[in-house]
């Protein structure tokens, strides 16, 4: 099956007049763009429990600075958000 699929994938950039260089580099591109999506999707991820944990846990009782520390992550967890959907629209385009 996955013969099938690489044979099928070089077969179109064949015909396109693609090259074996450009089929590396859009590899690489295709690479890149999972790892930059993986790695949003685990800063989102756990800036999200930290926030939870801020706000619910046993650290909360520990911050001295939890009114700080909250909006800071809040603004953070956002920006990283929209960076990840930007980086995927961009990608994909």
């Known amino acids: 099956m996955l013969i099938h699929l690489q044979l099928f994938g070089w077969q ?3 015909r396109v007049g693609a090259s074996l260089t450009i089929n590396r ?8 763009l999972i790892t930059i999506q993986l790695s949003l999707f685990f ?3 756990s800036l999200g429990l930290w926030i939870d944990q801020l ?12 009114f700080v ?7 953070v967890l956002i920006v990283s958000g929209y960076a990840s959907i930007m980086s995927m ?5």
């Open 69 to 75: 520390y909250k909006p800071v992550f809040i603004v």
């Open 55 to 66: 706000w619910n846990g046993q650290i909360a009782q520990l911050a001295l600075l939890a």
């Open 89 to 93: 629209l961009l990608f994909t385009i």
């Open 43 to 45: 800063m989102v991820v």
């Open 12 to 14: 179109t950039f064949k």
């Open 25 to 32: 580099i859009y590899k690489l591109l295709l690479i890149l």
